[in-house]
């Protein structure tokens, strides 16, 4: 996972927010990670961000059992066409049983599939080079959407 962070922190425009005690933010978002398209280096005020990486489970998301030591999921917003190509499910039916608790495979994401969201836990050598692929493909999707808007900086 920190040669994902690495890697995408070299993206052109991007910002991440990395919460640490303290600062102001929400005590649950400590540890964890938002990477948006912010080329000005400010949060954008109507746009999500584009991937994360949690470090533990959330209310209502405890199915990757994130609170055990050294497990961190990836979570990419990929739309709903690379979602179904990458899942071979629709994001919008209900989700095929699944064995959320592997790791270093691409799967729905627990709580945001039907807004087109794949999720890893702890990537590794099966998935490391098509996590940095779909990362650069939903920061890609970002600026693009920055730019319809009228807020591509």
């Known amino acids: ?51 994360t990486v949690v470090t533990k489970n959330l209310p209502g998301d405890t199915t990757n059992d994130l609170d055990r030591a050294d497990r961190r999921r ?15 499910e629709s994001p919008r039916t209900d989700a095929a049983p699944a064995h959320f608790t592997a790791t270093d495979v691409v799967f729905a994401h627990p709580v945001y599939r039907a807004q087109g969201w794949v999720s890893i836990v702890n990537p ?18 970002a600026r693009r959407r920055a730019e319809r808007r009228g807020t591509g900086r």
Do not use: C, K
């Open 1 to 51: 996972m920190d040669r994902i962070l690495e890697s995408v922190r070299t993206f052109p425009g991007v910002l991440e927010l990395a919460p640490v005690a303290g600062d102001g933010y929400p005590e649950i978002a400590v540890g964890d990670h938002f990477f948006y398209w912010a080329p000005d280096g400010r949060v954008p005020q109507r746009e999500q961000p584009y991937a």
């Open 74 to 88: 990836l979570n990419i917003r990929v739309g709903a066409e690379l979602f179904t190509e990458l899942t071979g």
């Open 124 to 141: 590794g050598a099966r998935t490391y080079e098509s996590a940095l692929a779909l990362l650069r493909t939903a920061h890609d999707a």
